[in-house]
T-cell receptor, first 111, second 113 residues
C-alpha cells in the first residue's frame, strides 16, 4: 500500500525558480524521507526529517513536516537544469526499517 | 563511498524461465530490500531481509522468492517469469534498525517476452 502521495504529479519550472513539492501520508511515521531519481537510475537519498522535527535544511533543500496534517513539503531553491529528476517521499513506519514510497513527482527545470 | 551493485542493467528473459537478480552491497549493512518500479505505481516493496537467512514479505511477494546466504548479497528469484513481471527492479540496503536512509543500486530493467 502506498504511504506517501506526492503532489503535483509533474512540475515544470524555469531555471532559477523555486520548486515546491508536497507529500501526504496516511498513518503515523517515525520519519519521512525524500529521494531523487534521475532517469533510468537508482534512487538517491536527499534529506530525512524526524517526526519530532518541523523543518530541516540541506543546501538548497528545505523540507517541512506537519504531523497534524500528515503532510510534508520539499522546497528546492534556485533550481538548476541538473535538478530535473523524479522526486519521491517515503515514510518509515514503526521500529523496523521498511520504507513506503509514494508514486513520485516529475520535475523538469528548463534552462 | 557506499556502493550497491546489481548484476545486470538490462535483462531479457522468456516466459517460464527462472530468473535470478543479484544485489551486492559493500557497507556491511544489515538490511536489504528488493523493489519493483512501474510507471504510475511508484516503488513497491517485494521482499526485505534484516539479517543473513532472514526474509520478510513486502507488499507484492507473489511470484518471487529471495535468498540471503551472506550478509552482503541478496538475491531475488522469479521462479517462473511472466510478462507481468516486466519491470525495473531496484535493490537497496540500510544500516541497522530505525531511521537511517536506504542506499539504492542502479536498477535492473527486466523484460519478459
Amino acid at each position: 500500500s502506498q504511504q506517501g502521495e506526492e503532489d503535483p504529479q509533474a512540475l515544470s519550472i524555469q531555471e532559477g525558480e523555486n520548486a515546491t513539492m508536497n507529500c501526504s501520508y496516511k498513518t503515523s511515521i517515525n520519519n519521512l524521507q525524500w529521494y531523487r531519481q534521475n532517469s533510468g537510475r537508482g534512487l538517491v537519498h536527499l534529506i530525512l526529517i524526524r517526526s519530532n522535527e518541523r523543518e530541516k535544511h540541506s543546501g538548497r533543500l528545505r523540507v517541512t513536516l506537519d504531523t497534524s496534517k500528515k503532510s510534508s513539503s520539499l522546497l528546492i531553491t534556485a533550481s538548476r537544469a541538473a535538478d530535473t529528476a523524479s522526486y519521491f517521499c517515503a515514510g518509515l513506519l514503526g521500529a523496523n526499517s521498511k520504507l513506503t514510497f509514494g508514486k513520485g513527482i516529475t520535475l523538469s527545470v528548463r534552462p | 563511498d557506499v556502493k550497491v551493485t546489481q548484476s545486470s542493467r538490462y535483462l531479457v528473459k522468456r516466459t517460464g524461465e527462472k530468473v535470478f537478480l543479484e544485489c551486492v552491497q559493500d557497507m556491511d549493512h544489515e538490511n536489504m530490500f528488493w523493489y519493483r518500479q512501474d510507471p504510475g505505481l511508484g516503488l513497491r516493496l517485494i521482499y526485505f531481509s534484516y539479517d543473513v537467512k532472514m526474509k520478510e514479505k513486502g507488499d507484492i511477494p507473489e511470484g518471487y522468492s529471495v535468498s540471503r546466504e551472506k550478509k552482503e548479497r541478496f538475491s531475488l528469484i522469479l521462479e517462473s517469469a511472466s510478462t507481468n513481471q516486466t519491470s525495473m527492479y531496484l535493490c537497496a540496503s540500510s544500516f541497522g534498525l530505525g531511521t537511517l536512509e536506504q542506499y539504492f543500486g542502479p536498477g535492473t530493467r527486466l523484460t519478459v517476452t
